[in-house]
Structure formats: structure tokens, C-alpha cells
């Protein structure tokens, strides 16, 4: 993989380490809940359960989970090094679980009347990853 210089001298790019097993799980059907009760940092787990409860139309526990899941994800991102700001980038997979459970926390906002918060995370959202907030859009 080649490594490019940072020609705008922000920060590089943070990138979590790999954690396969919820993935693995969600992956082979196992209860989002279950996977989050064996992986309870796992922001890909609690951010599963945001997207399930939000489609079933329960907004206020979808924002419960979000929440959860950004809140693992930004303890996370702090153990690899990221000082509260710059790239999160998508195509990281390890990433894509903080950067879903960010856009379900503005989503399901959004849907209970939290516009500030809902603002608030979606210029969060894409100043972290333009191609996660173009893709969860």
C-alpha cells in the first residue's frame, strides 16, 4: 500500500485496527443484540441495532443505540490516535461501524426533533468521511 504525504498538513487519516468477530457475526445472521452483548465495544453491532429499530419506526431507541455506538467508536478512534478531528475515511472497513453509527445518531435525531444534534453530526459525518456521508445519504 503506498503512503502519501499530507499535503495540507491536517492529520492522517485515522484507521481502527481490525476486529472481524461482530463483523463475522453480523455477517452470518447472528441477532444484532447478541453480537453486541459478546462485543460490547463494537460501534458495528450498536450501530446494526440503530438501523434495525430506525427502519421498524422506533426513532428514540434507534438514537439510543446510535448513541452507544459513536461513543464506543469515539473511544476507539482516541486508542489509535485521533486527537478529535480529521479523515475517518470509509473505505476502511474497521471504520465503517463509528462512521454508520455517527450517521444513524444525526438520523434518528433528525427524526425526534434534535436539530442541533442532527446538525451538528452531519457536518461531523462528512468533514470525517465525504464518501460515508455521500454513501449513508
Do not use: K
Not at 492529520?11 to 445472521?29: I, K, M, N, Q, S
Not at 462485543?39 to 426513532?59: E, H, T, V, Y
Not at 478512534?77 to 486527537?83: A, E, K, Q, V
Not at 459525518?125 to 465525504?130: E, V, Y
Request: glycine residues 10%.
Amino acid at each position: 500500500m503506498a503512503t502519501h504525504e499530507n499535503l495540507l498538513g491536517g492529520p492522517e487519516p485515522t484507521r481502527l485496527p481490525d476486529d472481524p468477530g461482530p463483523r463475522d457475526l453480523l455477517a452470518a445472521g447472528t441477532d444484532p443484540a447478541e453480537v453486541a452483548a459478546a462485543f460490547p465495544a463494537s460501534s458495528l453491532a450498536w450501530a446494526q441495532l440503530a438501523d434495525d429499530a430506525f427502519a421498524a419506526g422506533r426513532p428514540v431507541e434507534s438514537y439510543a443505540y446510535a448513541r452507544t455506538g459513536y461513543h464506543r467508536g469515539l473511544d476507539s478512534l482516541r486508542r489509535s490516535g485521533w486527537r478529535g478531528h480529521g479523515p475517518v475515511p470509509w473505505e476502511h472497513e474497521p471504520n465503517r461501524g463509528f462512521l454508520r453509527s455517527l450517521h444513524a445518531l444525526g438520523r434518528a435525531a433528525g427524526a425526534i426533533g434534535e436539530s442541533e444534534e442532527f446538525e451538528r453530526c452531519t457536518v461531523f459525518l462528512r468533514d470525517s468521511s465525504p464518501q460515508a456521508a455521500q454513501t449513508l445519504s
